[in-house]
């Protein structure tokens, strides 16, 4: 295992594009999370223009909803969509390089091979939780000030619920990749199905208003995505009706988690087939 | 002498659609030879090396490495260049060796010496990319150097190089070869596996044709060309010339085989005391790229 990431981490140490994609993805979601406020106060203070009684300001960096909030912004199909380059790119490039070839004819079984790159995705999820961790706790602490120490544990479901969604998520874009071969086409293929298929499945078949959609609950990027499924703004509930999210939903895990591991399958099955 | 069996090779078959890229193809490899597997583009080389390498599942026929079933820890053993040099274009000659080296469980201190033995020394923090087409072939020789393996499998090693190139590469293998190592060779070209090779299987269309010592199997026969005015008399006259080894008539020539090396001169005046006076003589040489031509022409 400690070999098989040795290996990975050689091949990626000096790969700029890897690396610029990885920033790529902190300076939006940076943003994202840093603007997030500002924007939405923005758009009250220009409601607040024609309305007779003011919204209130919304406040997103408090404890404990600072957890929610960052696992939100930050598993967004527009940010999430950077890792998975990453990892589409880091697979088809075993394929344009024949690298994949040289490392099971140097002596790496198949298998070896497979189980290094999803050690890959653990470990870019890992390090990818455990920064926006340290940054939601660092927001909330700015804000809040050390108040309560029972509120950092209420946080730890929604980091782990985002450690899933980039984890599995990670895993399609791998399997994408691995199926394919080619990064241009990997790439655009992912990208077409996420950012642009799957919210025309969900405008085609949506559902009433507060009934709860359920063909698009179970579309693979849509089931990643909606762990976190809103961001927890008080003034969101009383303004739509909505029921707000305070937990992550086991079940909910749990579709994601079977697609990742149905593809998983399917990559181990082929690995094992086809020519190389 | 009892040689310890390398590689094992049993009916090995290969099918890609309708096509027979191998065909029952069997063959041993013992310890120390230098092996070649001849054959024109298309006739199953490299299918066969894929297949020897696990990269491509056979359909039928088992094979064995160090008479044990194939493993990663045998490919470990194993030092190969197939087809192209494959390295990461981004990064530089020295990591992307480490990495064959960590693949192969073998410690980094092969590396300067297999750098400087294909001549990268100098360039091994030079990116792959950057290399020309000739160090890239070498890259992939140096990276098949690391660990000293016991078999080196090479497909094709001398592709698309210039002269000098070509005379690095072959230099590299004697000097391979020199220290005992087994080494399995593909290749089109007769004059590389005869300059290099002990032992030979050729193959045509994916079926094995002959195999054997080169010597045998490439046996270059030189003949002489002949003619006079009475043809059955100058045939029964040229048999009794020492050598002799077997004349065939066509179209009023005679094509005249021997065992050693003849000169002109010495036939015109064995023939002469005899009273033959010839009307035509030359020597024919069959180039060797002629001879594989034949030897793939004979058999149905």
Redesign the interface.
């Known amino acids: 295992m400690i070999k098989l990431l040795k290996i990975e981490f050689k091949k990626i140490r000096t790969y700029k594009v890897f690396w610029i994609l990885f920033g790529l993805y902190f300076v939006f979601l940076a943003a994202g999370i840093l603007l997030a406020e500002f924007m939405i106060n923005h758009m009250v203070n220009n409601v607040n223009q024609r309305m007779p009684i003011p919204f209130p300001h919304v406040a997103i960096y408090y404890f404990p909803d600072v957890w929610q909030n960052v696992a939100f912004f930050a598993s967004m199909r527009y940010v999430l969509i950077f890792p998975a380059i990453i990892m589409i790119i880091l697979i088809t490039n075993e394929f344009t390089f024949k690298t994949i070839r040289q490392n099971v004819i140097n002596g790496m079984s198949k298998t070896e091979f497979l189980v290094s790159k999803l050690l890959m995705i653990l470990l870019m999820a890992v390090i990818m939780g455990i920064i926006l961790t340290a940054g939601s706790f660092f927001i909330g602490l700015f804000h809040s000030g050390f108040t309560d120490v029972n509120l950092f544990s209420k946080g730890l479901p929604f980091m782990g619920g985002f450690f899933i969604s980039l984890a599995c998520y990670m895993v399609y874009a791998f399997f994408c990749g691995f199926m394919l071969r080619n990064t241009g086409m990997a790439i655009a293929i992912f990208t077409l199905y996420s950012l642009i298929i799957e919210p025309v499945i969900y405008f085609l078949f949506r559902a009433p208003f507060m009934f709860k959609n359920t063909i698009y609950t179970y579309l693979p990027v849509n089931a990643v995505i909606r762990l976190t499924e809103y961001p927890a703004i008080p003034m969101l509930k009383k303004m739509m009706g909505l029921e707000l999210q305070n937990h992550v939903s086991i079940v909910a895990c749990l579709i994601p988690m079977a697609y990742a591991a149905i593809m998983i399958g399917i990559v181990f099955w082929v690995m094992n087939r086809k020519d190389l | 002498m009892q040689v310890e069996t390398i590689l094992h090779v049993e009916k090995l078959s290969k099918r890609f659609g309708k096509i027979r890229a191998v065909n029952q193809l069997s063959f041993e490899v013992g310890r120390g030879q230098v092996f070649g597997i001849l054959g024109p583009n298309g006739s199953g080389k490299t299918t066969t090396l894929?297949m020897l390498?696990?990269?491509?599942?056979p359909d039928d026929g088992t094979f064995s490495w160090f008479g044990q079933p194939p493993?990663?820890?045998s490919?470990?053993r194993?030092g190969?260049v197939?087809e192209?040099p494959?390295?990461?274009?981004?990064?530089?000659a020295v990591?992307n060796l480490?990495?064959?080296a960590?693949?192969?469980?073998k410690p980094y201190d092969d590396i300067d010496e297999v750098l400087q033995l294909s001549g990268l020394y100098e360039r091994r923090f030079s990116k792959f990319r950057t290399f020309s087409f000739g160090m890239r072939q070498r890259l992939a020789l140096a990276?098949a150097l690391l660990g000293k393996p016991e078999v080196m499998i090479l497909d094709e090693p001398t592709n698309g190089l210039d002269p000098q190139g070509i005379a690095q590469i072959r230099d590299l293998i004697s000097l391979v070869a020199s220290r005992g190592t087994t080494i399995l060779l593909a290749s089109h070209l007769l004059d590389e596996v005869q300059k290099i090779c002990s032992y030979v299987v050729v193959l045509r269309k994916g079926v094995m044709l002959f195999s054997g010592n080169v010597r045998e199997v490439l046996a270059v026969s030189d003949s002489i060309e002949m003619a006079s005015s009475d043809m059955p008399v100058l045939a029964a006259a040229i048999a009794e010339f020492p050598g002799f080894l077997a004349s065939t008539a066509i179209n009023g020539i005679l094509q005249v085989h021997f065992d050693r090396p003849v000169v002109t001169s010495e036939i015109n005046t064995f023939l002469y005391i005899k009273g033959i006076v010839l009307s035509h003589l030359s020597e024919k040489k069959r180039s060797l790229e002629q001879h594989f031509l034949e030897l793939l022409q004979d058999t149905p």
């Open positions: 894929s390498l696990d990269l491509i599942p493993s990663k820890d490919r470990k194993i190969s197939i192209s494959n390295f990461f274009p981004y990064l530089d990591t480490k990495i064959v960590d693949i192969k469980d990276s």
